[in-house]
């Protein structure tokens, strides 16, 4: 009985032991990183927030981790970095890959293809030129850095909804990613949807609250601004994410003339329109081929503009019919289907302003 005494005594004193001594270990380790590249220096976690100074490369002092931010001590005060290439707390090189890239077995486009990496953070292993050896979400592998990875955004507007459990399954099937538009009464009557857009991988995008030409354009221009920002909350409320990119309903033209798009600036804001229009709205189900056709001559025509490939479709049965073969067509002329990423922002407006 004595000895099974000692015995427990022992265990708790062996558990105490670690768990005093791990932690402090850790907390040694997680003090600093080095910083290869100069680094913007943002007001909060968010790429999309203001510029506070840029970074020289240099060993800094690490406070806190929100997702792939850092909060770290400058002269300037305390602020938040998102470095895209560092040696982490742990002594690991990481990288930020802001473009999609294939995911190879070996040092050679030859070799066979695991998967398409998304924007993420890597582990560098082993470089050669623009051939990294890296540890990524879809496992180890080589990626090619000079890779130009033909990619097209998908562009859901007008949900959450009754059909987005479906269109989820189907780009799930497919290994396609979206970007959804989301209006602020869908978000709170959709929630559980919503949430399963942004947890299967997709982007979520701010498509006003009244979605009503008249209450978002005849009053004050800062109209459309306000609406926007109370899609932002109720969306960081409902799934937890901080969003900026928006898209205003029925286009940017000829309604967001300069007083509208300079609020959208003061809120930081971006605005994306779209280069190919499904116009899927106008068909009924049984007319779902049109849909298909009519993303298919976009396509085309902006290769030839040499335009980001940024289609517009709605949450609508009849688009829930033509989206598999929609993506098939994509597929088949070697695009890849990502999100919207806020840390490599693309700028495709009706007005070309470059500051949305
Ligand atoms: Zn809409």
């Given at each position: 009985?004595?000895?099974?005494?000692?015995?427990?005594?022992?265990?708790?004193?062996?558990?105490?032991?670690?768990?005093?001594?791990?932690?402090?270990?850790?907390?040694?380790?997680?003090?600093?990183?080095?910083?290869?590249?100069?680094?913007?220096?943002?007001k909060?976690?968010?790429t999309?927030?203001?510029?506070?100074?840029?970074?020289?490369?240099q060993?800094?002092?690490?406070?806190?981790?929100?997702?792939?931010?850092?909060?770290?001590?400058?002269?300037?005060?305390?602020?938040?970095?998102?470095?895209?290439?560092?040696?982490?707390?742990?002594?690991r090189?990481?990288?930020?890959?802001?473009?999609?890239?294939?995911?190879?077995?070996?040092?050679?486009?030859?070799?066979?293809?695991?998967?398409?990496?998304?924007?993420?953070?890597?582990?560098?292993?082993?470089?050669?030129?623009?051939?990294?050896?890296?540890?990524?979400?879809?496992?180890?592998?080589?990626?090619?850095?000079?890779?130009?990875?033909?990619?097209?955004?998908?562009?859901?507007?007008?949900?959450?909804?009754?059909?987005?459990?479906?269109?989820?399954?189907?780009?799930?099937?497919?290994?396609?990613?979206?970007?959804?538009?989301?209006?602020?009464?869908?978000?709170?009557?959709?929630?559980?949807n919503?949430?399963?857009v942004?947890?299967?991988?997709?982007?979520?995008?701010?498509?006003?609250?009244?979605?009503?030409?008249?209450?978002l354009?005849?009053?004050s221009?800062?109209?459309?601004?306000?609406?926007?920002?109370?899609?932002?909350k109720?969306?960081?409320?409902?799934?937890?994410?901080?969003?900026?990119?928006?898209?205003?309903?029925?286009?940017?033209?000829?309604?967001?003339?300069?007083?509208?798009?300079?609020?959208?600036?003061?809120?930081?804001?971006?605005?994306?329109?779209?280069?190919?229009?499904?116009?899927?709205?106008?068909?009924?189900?049984?007319?779902?081929?049109?849909?298909?056709?009519?993303?298919?001559?976009?396509?085309?025509?902006?290769?030839?503009?040499?335009?980001?490939?940024?289609?517009?479709?709605?949450?609508?049965?009849?688009t829930?019919?033509?989206?598999?073969?929609?993506?098939?067509?994509?597929?088949?002329?070697?695009?890849?289907?990502?999100?919207y990423?806020?840390?490599?922002?693309?700028?495709?407006?009706?007005?070309?302003?470059?500051?949305?």
């Amino acid at each position: 009985m004595k000895l099974v005494r000692l015995g427990i005594f022992a265990l708790i004193f062996a558990l105490l032991f670690s768990i005093s001594f791990k932690p402090a270990e850790a907390a040694e380790k997680s003090r600093t990183i080095y910083l290869y590249h100069k680094t913007p220096l943002y007001k909060s976690n968010s790429t999309a927030s203001a510029r506070i100074a840029t970074l020289a490369p240099q060993t800094i002092s690490v406070f806190s981790k929100y997702g792939d931010f850092y909060k770290v001590r400058t002269s300037k005060g305390r602020y938040w970095i998102h470095p895209s290439d560092f040696k982490d707390e742990y002594g690991r090189h990481r990288i930020y890959i802001a473009t999609s890239l294939s995911l190879y077995t070996a040092q050679s486009s030859n070799s066979e293809k695991k998967a398409v990496i998304e924007p993420q953070y890597i582990t560098v292993l082993a470089a050669s030129k623009s051939w990294l050896k890296v540890e990524s979400t879809k496992g180890t592998g080589w990626v090619n850095l000079a890779e130009k990875l033909k990619v097209a955004y998908l562009t859901i507007d007008d949900g959450p909804s009754k059909y987005t459990g479906q269109i989820l399954d189907i780009l799930k099937k497919k290994n396609a990613k979206a970007t959804f538009f989301a209006i602020e009464p869908n978000i709170r009557a959709y929630k559980t949807n919503m949430i399963r857009v942004n947890r299967e991988g997709h982007y979520i995008g701010l498509h006003s609250v009244s979605h009503n030409a008249t209450k978002l354009y005849k009053g004050s221009s800062q109209n459309v601004a306000r609406e926007m920002e109370i899609t932002r909350k109720t969306l960081r409320s409902v799934v937890g994410v901080n969003h900026y990119l928006t898209r205003v309903p029925y286009g940017s033209k000829p309604y967001m003339t300069k007083s509208f798009r300079d609020w959208l600036v003061k809120y930081n804001f971006k605005m994306w329109d779209w280069t190919i229009d499904s116009n899927d709205w106008r068909y009924s189900t049984s007319q779902y081929t049109t849909i298909i056709r009519n993303v298919k001559s976009g396509v085309l025509a902006v290769e030839k503009q040499k335009e980001p490939i940024i289609i517009l479709v709605h949450e609508r049965p009849q688009t829930v019919k033509a989206l598999p073969q929609i993506i098939d067509y994509l597929k088949a002329r070697g695009y890849t289907l990502v999100t919207y990423n806020p840390s490599h922002h693309v700028v495709s407006n009706f007005w070309n302003d470059g500051r949305l």
